[in-house]
């Protein structure tokens, strides 16, 4: 079981990213996927979440509004489109994968996680 982040980089403030993530190896249908960052010194942080179906949605207060996730249940993949980017929401952003189907902010309940991908938005 894998999960492939992707789609990082450097942006101007103001400007936009699309984070991607593909899961391999089991399909991910029934869980729930999210998004988390970790800036350096700081803890790892929720961002977003979605649940098996789509239907629902959750955003950290920080993001929500700029911030969309979405799933393609059929590739097996979850997006991240990220607006109005702002030099705080520079850090390593994660997706990872819960085995249930409602959504949780708790990091310790996802079970599956990708590497990570850079976001660096500069001033």
């Known amino acids: 079981v894998q999960l492939q982040a992707s789609g990082g980089g450097l942006v101007q403030a103001g400007g936009s990213l699309t984070l991607s993530c593909a899961a391999s190896?089991?399909?991910?249908?029934?869980?729930?996927l999210g998004w988390f960052r970790q800036a350096p010194g700081k803890e790892r942080e929720f961002v977003a979440a979605?649940?098996?179906?789509?239907?629902?949605?959750y955003y950290a207060a920080v993001v929500k509004g700029r911030f969309t996730i979405s799933r393609d249940t059929g590739k097996n993949t979850v997006a991240l489109q990220m607006n109005s980017l702002k030099p705080e929401d520079t850090a390593v952003y994660y997706c990872?994968?819960?085995?249930?189907?409602?959504?949780?902010?708790?990091?310790?309940?996802?079970?599956?996680w990708g590497q990570g991908t850079q976001v660096t938005v500069s001033s």
């Open positions: 190896g089991r399909t991910f249908g029934g869980y729930t």
């Open positions: 979605i649940n098996w179906s789509g239907a629902s949605t």
């Open positions: 990872a994968a819960f085995v249930g189907g409602f959504i949780t902010t708790t990091l310790a309940e996802y079970g599956y």
